[in-house]
């Protein structure tokens, strides 16, 4: 062997030993960055935890505040199971009577029979023509004419006669 070619050898295997070298601290630097990191959002992870617990903390020193005042000022107390209604007949029976200057109670009416939406609109439209009943006032020209009294007309009945049975 020449001594050039000791010479090549030995910068080879410096060059070699430096590249393990490196690698190998990329590979500690990683694993230190890795545990920052972790050990970051370990910290915020026990920063939320302590802003709950002073949250609750709050939360719980308010609340026994409030029930100190509420005892004290206002007497409140949280409802019994003798205070809720059973049914609608019960809260019925709570209800007053009509003044005799209360205006009258607003009615609902309801189509009885074929369950399905638009049933009610559907026996309002003749088969035949395909134009809606009108309780309006035909004037002259043919058009109709809409008032405040037809519509409430039209509107406060029911017609039973042209339903189908």
């Known amino acids: 062997m ?7 050898i030995g910068w080879f295997t410096l060059l070699f030993v430096c590249t393990v070298l490196t690698g190998l601290l990329v590979l500690r630097v990683n694993a230190v960055k890795s ?11 026990l920063k939320r935890e302590n802003q709950f617990l002073a949250t609750e903390f709050e939360t719980r020193a308010n609340q026994q505040q409030l029930a100190g ?18 049914n609608e007949r019960q809260l019925a029976m709570l209800g007053k009577p009509r003044a005799p200057d209360a205006p ?17 609109v559907a026996a309002l439209v003749p088969q035949l023509t395909g134009e809606a009943m009108a309780a309006e006032v035909r004037a002259s020209g043919g058009h109709a004419v809409l008032t405040a009294a ?16």
């Open 2 to 8: 020449t001594r050039d070619r000791l010479h090549s």
């Open 69 to 86: 005042i509420n005892d004290l000022d206002f007497g409140y107390k949280a409802p019994e199971a003798a205070q809720y209604l059973e």
């Open 150 to 165: 037809t519509l409430r007309d039209r509107l406060s009945r029911v017609d039973r006669a042209g339903k189908a049975e």
């Open 35 to 45: 545990e920052v990191q972790l050990a970051e959002r370990q910290i915020v992870a």
């Open 104 to 120: 009258a109670p607003i009615e609902v009416a309801a189509a009885e029979g074929e369950p399905g939406v638009g049933a009610g």
